[in-house]
């Protein structure tokens, strides 16, 4: 059921480099509600019940869900003003988590009261066919100048300068690192975990679960409009980071009831939301033209880390409990690695040239007095 999950993040991250240079080229008002037509095509296929069809629908869903992403934060951006760009990209997130949390606490209990799941996937196919019809009325046109070059060679050189640009990389591997204890550990694990590690029943583990999308949907906007505010870009991503560590640590080997039920899950997920950031710099860090190919190389490096990492802790935790039903001890083995990822996270972050709009000013302010 793992893997199967995790086939989303494999469409997800091999459709984001087309997704962001077919914006640039294109227009997010030609390319999004395609996307949307993919992810209902998704949804109708995993409708079917049968196992291949499903696994090409799940991939479906995650290759149609990058253009979301990629074309909100496009459209928001390149309509709204740059002084403003990290709290509009949260804000894209906070919706987009929105739907997460709603996955868990509508769907999930509707689910397990007996709802039919066919009926709940021809559902959303029937709604992805709706969105794709409907954006290509609403979305605005881009006014931002779009690459002259061939179809090949325009985004073959937005693609080359992006990736030389070594705060690109930086950029993909932080949002990578901060991402996973949501993408893998809670999307993925979340309820096992609750209920084989501290004995919740399923309801209650779904409800902890989703407070951590819920988080996502706080944060997001929050990091976003304090790092607007502060006008920098790495404080922030620091100190968030720095939450989100601790709360990992707390979840693996703190006591579940020290703090409120929903508290330690919450936290975590707001935390989380300083991840946004990343969006953030690296289309601040590249020229506007190639800001669709920027969002997508750094959704690439992203969703890579969730779509190969997601089989090896599977593997993990099938080594750890070979022999018995998982238990705390197994899931600690299993997913301590996250907690060295964060860390590696941060100290990457030290190294992340400052893109805000104070940073600079105050760079610019040192190299006139040297």
Not at 50 to 58: L, P, T, V
Not at 201 to 209: F, K
Not at 322 to 338: D, I, M, R, V
Request: aromatic letters at 10%.
């Amino acid at each position: 059921m793992a893997s199967l999950i995790g086939l989303f993040y494999y469409g997800y991250a091999f459709f984001s480099l087309p997704a962001g240079t077919m914006i640039d080229r294109l227009g997010a008002k030609a390319v999004v509600p395609a996307g949307a037509l993919l992810t209902a095509i998704g949804a109708l296929l995993f409708a079917s019940g049968d196992r291949a069809a499903a696994g090409i629908g799940r991939f479906l869903q995650g290759a149609g869900g990058v253009f979301a992403l990629v074309g909100a934060i496009s459209i928001a951006t390149s309509n709204l003003p740059p002084s403003r760009a990290a709290t509009l990209i949260g804000a894209t997130q906070m919706f987009g988590m929105s739907g997460g949390a709603a996955g868990q606490f509508l769907i999930g209990p509707l689910v397990a009261k007996g709802w039919s799941w066919q009926i709940l996937w021809l559902s959303m196919s029937a709604g992805g066919l709706m969105l794709a019809a409907g954006l290509a009325f609403v979305i605005p046109k881009d006014g931002v100048q779009k690459p002259q070059e061939g179809w090949l060679a325009g985004p073959l050189r937005g693609l080359g300068v992006v990736f030389m640009n070594p705060q690109s990389i930086l950029c993909g591997l932080i949002a990578g690192l901060l991402f996973i204890p949501t993408t893998i550990f809670d999307m993925i694990w979340g309820v096992r975990f609750l209920q084989e590690a501290h004995g919740l029943t399923y309801g209650e583990a779904v409800i902890r679960s989703a407070t951590v999308p819920l988080g996502w949907i706080i944060g997001s906007p929050l990091f976003g409009m304090l790092s607007d505010r502060l006008g920098r870009r790495k404080p922030v991503i620091i100190g968030g980071a720095t939450l989100l560590l601790g709360c990992l640590l707390w979840i693996l080997y703190g006591h579940p009831n020290y703090f409120p039920n929903y508290f330690v899950g919450l936290m975590a997920g707001v935390s989380s939301g300083a991840a946004m950031l990343t969006y953030t710099v690296i289309k601040e860090a590249n020229p506007p033209q190639y800001a669709g190919t920027a969002i997508g190389v750094v959704n690439l490096l992203n969703f890579t880390f969730s779509a190969l990492l997601g089989e090896v802790f599977v593997r993990i935790m099938k080594s750890v409990s070979a022999t018995q039903s998982p238990g705390l001890e197994h899931y600690q083995t299993t997913f301590l690695p996250l907690v060295y990822g964060v860390g590696a996270a941060i100290v990457l972050t030290v190294a992340l040239k400052e893109t805000g709009l104070a940073g600079q000013v105050s760079a610019v302010k040192t190299a006139e007095a040297a």
